[in-house]
């Protein structure tokens, strides 16, 4: 589907490859050398026989396998995305606890505003307002880039920075790169917790009507200790097929994101791909964001499997008679 | 009564329960891992608001320079990335023969310390400046310059047209080279500053059969006052100092450049604002007033030499016809344009050369809007009654739309639809060349590229030009005149073919002209040296500027 779509509009990759002076052979050949001359359904063949070689091909703009670009961008976004699900998660379900705690009153109506007005602004435009006020008038935080001009990287391992420079001890980089992340990390959680809190409230209300609850009301025990060790346990189910698609999401909302901080992710390289029509390179994107959903829903299997031992796979009964 | 459940013990144990009694206990150990964590966190947090609060200053207030820009190079092969995205990484660390010296807008000697053109105007013969290293270490001689020039033939892309007429390349010595062309062709030298001079040891060393495509798209071997240390595409460059610049690193010089890409105008003019970065590239009109009102910085609004049109095509439907295409361009006012969309950041177009070029034809004047003299030509024409045209621009700019807008309402006073459609930009380009996509209108920009006028006439006007400006134009006239031209080498007597050759483009009215830009930029007030380039705006000076 996304090979076609990129390939129905109406423009040339050849022609921009080659340059605004190109002669039409010189842009003819470019388009032999990527093979954008035959048909397409030759192309798609190609393209699938590449894949089973783990080759997504060349980049029409760079001429770099889009393998190694892949691998080059991925950690970043990947980094972004995993400090904002820690945030998005940690907040998220305390939110919800506290909601659901100060049901019916202010502090509840005021969270659940906030969270859904939050929701409701464009990710883009909070991102810029972010810079605008957090960097540009308060200059609390940086305004774009994964670490300072004046550090140096750390050494690449995974090529998350704030793992690297742990593992290199480089504690400059470290808040470095903590304080550059903020930003853009905070821009993607406001913009998804909402949906987060309103499912863990509802989801531990219904389950602090449940007799099982009564029951250790009765036998006295603190409301603090019924919410967080009871009743919160047995709404993790929701929670973890919320926050496993939100990593997905959030794979989709890097892009715009990204280009606004500046953030070298998958984001960009797709925003700047899809400028220029860079066929193997928007193909390559869209394969990695299929594999990343893909194996996202088998850790929520598993986390599911995790959090409720009485969820079994493979011929057990599921739950107890 | 054990412990199978808290339940069962919260009678007896209630008060250790809510203190954390039974349970708790057993917790302690997570529990102090959790205050120990949260502790840590602190810490950082705190020593993260010290360090950012007091951030690590440069060595000294010259040493390294941040700048913004809104190009992202992504491969910087000389012989093929030749537009001004590459551009901004690559006027850093090479050099080609002839340079275009912005203070005197000349062209002045680089790594050919002087040249000479035989009389018949095909010979070129260059002294090549001697003690200039490349960065790999080795010696600039006239081979690495024939090197350079037939690898950029060979592979046929980038600036490689303005070589085509080259016929041969001989080095004469070590530091002497001499270039024979087929014919003359006037702009030869002018389009010199655009070809760069790469090492042949490092072509040879790398190339894999593939004339080092591989290597150079991702890694330089110039002779260029600065050397890329570290690239991460999509985010930044870093030049340092070539210690052993044949231009010396006498007086104040800034050594070291950390170039940031930020796509977006708005963050970028935060960044100076906090003095983050020294220089930005991407300034709106809407942002003058509060650069021009803080103190620490400077706006750098100057005169470009980009022409904005409505490139009418002249193929088909009422535009083949001459009188309806100079009654549309009657229409359009583009004073109102410059003064009140660009807020007075443009210029009032006299034809399609931008007035301040000495290859402008002065006899040419600006358009005045005349409805009445536009209805008549219609009527003439037989169209009396009005028709539709389509017309896209590039969905970026919305200052075009905005234009297209201001002509639109005016077009409808003499019964012209105009259907506006904002595209992106490999469709506009798409829709420009293929015949059976064409609109009726394009609103397109070029610039002057050399330092000839021919950068600009041959490629839009020319029936052979391939360039992205060519619409769908073929004027015979023109054709012999741009190519006579060509073959001019008195600048004189050329420049009387070029002022024909704008008369002739005002009677054929192939284009309404809109506007010419000024190129706006904003630099904190301590980064001196600036100057402006006319040929090259976008591409920064790194080795004249310095920090005060």
New interface residues.
């Given amino acids: 589907m996304t090979f076609l779509v990129a390939h129905v509009v109406p423009a040339d990759p050849a022609l921009l490859v080659a340059g605004p002076n190109a002669s039409e052979e010189q842009v003819k050949r470019i388009r032999q050398e990527q093979g954008l001359d035959r048909p397409l359904y030759v192309q798609y063949m190609r393209y699938l026989q590449g894949l089973f070689h783990a080759d997504l091909g060349v980049s029409v703009r760079t001429r770099r396998p889009v393998v190694e670009e892949l691998a080059q961008f991925a950690p970043a976004t990947l980094e972004l995305i995993l400090v904002t699900l820690l945030l998005y998660a940690f907040w998220g379900v305390l939110g919800g606890v506290l909601t659901a705690y100060l049901r019916g009153r202010f502090g509840d109506d005021a969270i659940r505003f906030a969270a859904v007005a939050s929701a409701a602004v464009p990710p883009f435009w909070l991102a810029i307002m972010f810079q605008v006020v957090f960097f540009g008038r308060l200059g609390w935080f940086p305004s774009i880039g994964r670490i300072g001009a004046h550090i140096i990287a750390p050494p690449r391992l995974t090529g998350m920075f704030l793992l690297d420079s742990v593992i290199a001890r480089d504690w400059l980089a470290f808040t470095s790169a903590l304080w550059h992340i903020a930003l853009p990390s905070l821009t993607l959680f406001l913009g998804s917790v909402a949906i987060l809190i309103r499912v863990t409230r509802r989801g531990l209300i219904e389950t602090l009507q449940q007799d099982y609850i009564q029951t250790a009301r009765a036998k006295g025990l603190s409301r603090r200790s019924i919410v967080w060790k009871h009743a919160l346990p047995n709404t993790l189910l929701p929670i973890i097929t919320l926050i496993g698609l939100q990593f997905g999401w959030f794979l989709n909302g890097t892009v715009l994101v990204e280009v606004v901080f500046s953030w070298p992710g998958i984001g960009q390289y797709a925003v700047t791909a899809a400028h220029f029509l860079d066929f193997p390179a928007i193909m390559g994107v869209a394969l990695f964001v299929a594999i990343v959903f893909t194996l996202i829903n088998l850790f929520v299997d598993v986390g599911y499997a995790l959090a409720d031992p009485r969820v079994r796979y493979g011929g057990e009964e599921g739950l107890p008679g | 009564m054990g412990g199978e459940s808290?339940?069962?013990v919260?009678?007896s144990c209630?008060r250790r329960?809510?203190k954390g009694g039974f349970?708790m206990q057993n917790s302690t150990p997570i529990r102090r891992l959790i205050r120990a964590a949260a502790v840590m966190l602190v810490v950082?947090l705190a020593?993260?608001l010290v360090?950012?609060?007091f951030?690590?200053?440069?060595d000294s207030a010259s040493a390294?320079a941040?700048i913004a820009t809104r190009f992202?190079p992504?491969?910087i092969d000389p012989a093929?990335d030749?537009?001004d995205i590459p551009g901004v990484l690559m006027v850093g660390v090479y050099e080609p023969l002839v340079a275009w010296d912005p203070v005197s807008n000349k062209l002045v000697p680089a790594l050919a310390s002087r040249w000479e053109v035989s009389s018949d105007g095909v010979t070129y013969t260059f002294e090549i400046r001697k003690g200039v290293k490349f960065h790999d270490g080795s010696t600039l001689t006239a081979k690495d310059v024939k090197v350079s020039l037939e690898r950029i033939r060979r592979i046929?892309?980038?600036?490689s047209?303005l070589l085509d007429s080259v016929k041969g390349i001989r080095p004469l010595s070590n530091f002497k080279l001499q270039i024979t062309l087929s014919r003359p062709f006037s702009p030869f030298v002018a389009g010199l500053p655009l070809i760069y001079i790469v090492s042949s040891k490092a072509v040879a060393k790398h190339s894999k059969g593939d004339d080092a495509?591989?290597w150079l798209?991702?890694n330089e071997a110039g002779t260029g006052p600065y050397r890329l240390v570290a690239w991460?595409?999509?985010?930044?460059f870093v030049l340092e100092k070539f210690n052993e610049y044949w231009g010396g690193w006498s007086g104040k010089h800034i050594t070291r450049y950390?170039v940031?890409?930020?796509?977006?105008g708005?963050?970028q003019l935060?960044?100076l604002?906090?003095g983050?970065v020294a220089y930005i590239d991407t300034v709106s009109v809407n942002d003058i007033p509060s650069i021009t009102s803080d103190p620490n910085l400077v706006l750098e609004s100057h005169a470009g030499i980009s022409a904005f049109y409505f490139a009418l095509n002249t193929a088909k439907g009422p535009l083949k016809e001459v009188r309806v295409r100079k009654a549309i361009r009657l229409a359009f006012d583009p004073r109102v344009l410059a003064e009140q969309v660009m807020n007075g950041q443009a210029r009032v177009p006299a034809g399609i050369v931008p007035p301040s070029w000495p290859e402008h034809n002065s006899a040419i004047k600006p358009t005045a809007v005349n409805l009445a003299a536009a209805k008549r030509l219609l009527e003439e024409a037989g169209y009396a009654e009005g028709f539709k045209l389509t017309a896209i621009y590039y969905q970026p700019f919305d200052w075009e739309r905005q234009a297209a807008v201001l002509w639109q309402n005016n077009l409808k006073q003499m019964g012209i639809t105009l259907d506006l459609q904002g595209v992106?930009?490999?469709?506009l380009?798409?829709?420009l060349?293929?015949p059976k996509?064409q609109p009726d209108v394009v609103i397109y920009g070029k610039w002057i590229e050399t330092a000839s006028v021919d950068s600009l006439l041959w490629?839009m006007f020319h029936s052979k030009s391939?360039?992205?400006?060519k619409f769908a134009w073929s004027f015979p006239e023109v054709d012999r005149l741009l190519d006579q031209a060509r073959l001019t080498v008195n600048s004189a007597k050329r420049k009387q073919i070029y002022n024909e050759v704008q008369a002739q483009l005002e009677e054929l009215a192939p284009v309404v002209p809109l506007t010419i830009t000024n190129d706006l930029k904003a630099i904190r007030r301590n980064l001196k040296g600036w100057v402006y380039n006319m040929i090259r705006p976008d591409a920064p000076l790194y080795y004249r500027w310095y920090i005060e």
Avoid: C, H
Wanted: glycine share 4%; hydrophobic share 25%; net charge positive.
């Fill in positions: 808290e339940g069962s919260s009678v209630k329960d809510t349970r950082v020593v993260s360090w950012f609060w951030p690590p200053t440069s390294t941040v992202n992504q491969s093929i030749t537009t046929g892309q980038g600036n047209y495509k591989s798209r991702a991460t595409p999509n985010q930044e950390v940031r890409t930020v796509a977006e708005v963050t935060e960044m604002r906090r983050e992106p930009w490999p469709t380009l798409q829709r060349k293929d996509l490629p391939t360039n992205w400006s």
